[in-house]
């Protein structure tokens, strides 16, 4: 009997139905899954896992947080214990049946080590049956191709993915006991840190840093507005902004003219290269921009290429290898109707000629490798679906050409300039609107002409902070500090969110705790916060994936540098405590009391007996006004009185969702939500009478 691995059940049903030709149920033993089929006189049983089917972990003794030594806790053994039992068991009954194993799992470094955790299972490792099948698509050719040249299982890769799951655990267990024990926030509101999630924390509060410090600075810009042939047009003084207002008021004084001479035109035919193609940044930046989260995008990207519609997500190439038929993948596209017109201009075309950013030995750039209807796929798959091929077209189609104008203006002793853009070709940007281009139509002008001045402006503006990080930028900033890999990024940035320690998707913003986490760490131990570390350990598990370093001479490296970190942290442990515990303190404090000539102040409390939250006066018992709040979700004050009753308003985020509320219940904006309670309630009961009478 031959075995095969996969990584997870859609993976599984994929493969198995290429290799058999037909498409295949799954059958089980004991809540195991498989696939089995008959293939030139050999029986194949296709076994799919759940991603990874061992957990790594510290032994038991080490799970008491206070009871725990933390010099002790970076010197801990490491467990590997299975999660997925029912699969671990059949794995290692199916062990002797087994002619051979192909591991057919993910083909990056996660891929592999899942893999080894089921050759471990089956006790399997080393053993000279076991081969693995690399492939980029779930397609027939290639899987077809990667079944037909089995290579060798690489258990260096195996062994770096292993290396980075242990250095994680010790970080993050550490560096998260320490912060919350110091800070006594302990149970569900612990305080989290890790070796990739506190540099790229990091990176955040310092853009918020920057903003809090910085002093917008004033300057005039002068405005004209020309008109010729009753088409207006808009021109800028050319000094562009005056610092000094009365450098400005002079200029202004040209107010008085009534026609404006000009003194040159030029133009110039700009082309506008079309995009390389999609590596793993590039594709969750781009999904960002349309109004996904990456960790969204990247989970319907992984869905997509299980079902065999794009190639493997995960990838830093975005140069197309030679091999790859272009032409082929150009030509299924005429099968999507939406698409149709698209490809059939690809191939009119006399040349295909692709673009081409960074080269590497990764898998190829994401692309399509099938046709699949929109009806086919659900919204926001479609959306990725229709992203992937768009980009795939654009980088093949032709570059845009724009027109770009300036004309100079002279307006009494001032000169003025007017810009103008407009596409004369617009090439890829037909087959990607995503990357939009503003044009600017002037008239046609003359040099030596007049044109009428219909209105002058000296406007008033300031500069602005530089901008908060979008979901997009960050993980590009990520890859530049070579924070995490490609295919743990979007996960950080989930971990942030879901530890509430930042908000926003187009605008991240730090919370308070937040801030002191990463000020108080970077005050006493800067090297955990800062990207070097990382960047460093992410070299020495390269090493370990190219056979020049053993794991656990890595994994030992890590540990030494977390211990002399934590020493310097344990010295200054009661400052950095005093700083989270005021910080908690701020965090819990919501807005003024409501109750006149009180002067204390609402705070987030928990009530002893429920446990439930609700704001509370910090004068109690001396004054007692209360208000209950949502028992999920992070609550922030908004500075925002309601419209209706006039009491404060405050912010609910529930993981990347957040919505505004009056603190008042009996407030008249919360009837409508009341209404909707009360008939969700009498639905519910009716719903179980019903039940009640069935039975």
């Known amino acids: 009997m031959e075995v095969i691995i996969t990584e997870k059940a859609i993976a599984g049903q994929r493969i198995s139905s290429l290799l058999a030709g037909k498409q295949l149920s799954p059958k089980f033993d004991q809540k195991a899954q498989y696939f089995e089929f ?47 039992k029912q699969i671990t068991s059949f794995l290692s009954r199916v062990s002797s049946k087994a002619d051979s194993v192909v591991v057919a799992t993910d083909a990056d470094r996660e891929g592999e080590a899942i ?27 290639d899987i077809n191709h990667a079944f037909s040249n089995l290579v060798n299982f690489d258990y260096n890769l195996a062994d770096s993915a292993d290396a980075r799951r242990e250095i994680d655990l010790v970080w993050g267990a550490v560096l ?50 020309f008109e010729k042939s009753s088409k207006e047009f808009e021109a800028l003084h050319k000094k562009g902004k005056f610092w000094k207002k009365e450098e400005a008021d002079k200029a202004l004084e040209c107010k008085s003219e009534s026609h404006g001479t000009v003194t040159s035109v030029s133009k110039k035919k700009l082309r506008m290269k079309k995009p390389v193609p999609f590596n793993t940044t590039a594709l969750l930046r781009s999904a960002a921009n349309i109004g996904f989260t990456v960790g969204g995008a990247m989970s319907i990207a992984e869905s997509l290429y299980q079902s065999g519609y794009i190639s493997y997500p995960r990838t830093d190439n975005s140069a197309y290898p030679k091999t790859l038929d272009l032409r082929d993948i ?36 994401i692309c399509p490798v099938s046709a699949v209807s929109k009806e086919k796929l659900g919204g926001k798959e479609w959306k990725i679906y229709e992203l992937v091929c768009r980009r795939f077209l654009a980088t093949l189609s032709e570059d ?16 003025f300039i007017a810009r103008g853009k407009t596409i004369l070709s617009a090439g890829w940007k037909e087959f990607y609107p995503y990357s939009k281009t503003k044009e600017v139509f002037l008239p046609e002008l003359e040099k030596g002409e007049t044109v009428k001045l219909n209105k002058l402006d000296l406007i008033s503006k300031e500069t602005k902070h530089p901008p908060r990080y979008s979901q997009g930028s960050l993980i590009k900033l990520m890859e530049q500090n070579s924070l995490g890999t490609k295919a743990t990024r979007h996960n950080i940035l989930q971990k942030l969110y879901a530890r509430r320690y930042i908000s926003g998707q187009k605008a991240i913003t730090p919370n308070k705790i937040a801030f002191t986490v990463i000020t ?4 006493y131990e800067e090297t955990i916060v800062k990207p070097k570390m990382t960047a460093d350990l992410e070299n020495e598990m390269d090493l370990v994936a190219a056979g020049k370093k053993g794991k656990d001479e890595v994994v030992e490296t890590s540990r030494m540098l977390l211990l002399s970190g934590l020493e310097k942290l344990l010295t200054h442990k009661n400052d950095v405590g005093s700083e989270l515990r005021k910080a908690l303190r701020d965090d819990s404090i919501i807005c003024g009391c409501t109750q006149e000539g009180c002067g204390g102040e609402l705070v ?49 985020l529930n993981g990347r969702r957040s919505f505004e509320m009056c603190i008042d219940m009996n407030c008249p904006s919360k009837d409508e939500w009341k209404k909707k309670s009360a ?8 719903s179980k009478s019903s039940k009640s009478v069935k039975k």
């Open 115 to 141: 893999g080894a955790e089921a050759l471990s299972a089956m006790n399997l490792v080393g053993s000279p049956k076991v081969k693995r099948a690399y492939f980029s698509a779930m397609t027939q050719q």
């Open 520 to 523: 108080a760490l970077d005050k």
């Open 400 to 415: 845009a050409l724009l027109e770009s104008v300036s004309a100079e203006i002279s307006l009494g002793q001032e000169l």
């Open 679 to 686: 008939e969700r309630a009498e639905k519910a009961k009716q």
């Open 330 to 365: 150009t030509e299924k596209l005429l099968d999507v109707k939406e698409l149709k017109p698209l490809a059939e201009k690809i191939l009119h075309q006399k040349t295909i000629e692709p673009s081409a950013g960074k080269s590497t030995k990764d898998h190829p750039p």
């Open 38 to 84: 008959e293939k030139d006189g050999k029986q194949y049983w296709v076994i799919p896992l759940r991603g990874h089917i061992t957990d790594v972990n510290f032994p038991k003794r080490y799970s008491n947080w206070i009871g725990t030594d933390l010099k002790e806790l970076t010197k801990a053994e490491i467990e590997y214990v299975s999660s997925v």
């Open 604 to 652: 987030i409390r928990k009530a002893r007996v429920s446990g439930k939250r609700f704001l509370g006066c910090s004068n109690y018992p001396k004054c007692t006004e209360s208000y209950p709040l949502p028992q999920t979700g992070k609550i922030l004050s908004t500075d925002k009185l309601c419209e209706q009753c006039g009491k404060p308003m405050i912010k609910v």
């Open 176 to 225: 998260t006991r320490f912060l919350s024990i110091v800070s006594g926030s302990m149970g569900k509101e612990f305080l989290s840190a890790g070796r990739v999630q506190s540099p790229t924390l990091a990176l955040i509060v310092q853009r918020e840093k920057e903003i809090l410090a910085f002093n917008p600075k004033p300057f005039w810009e002068l405005q004209a507005l």
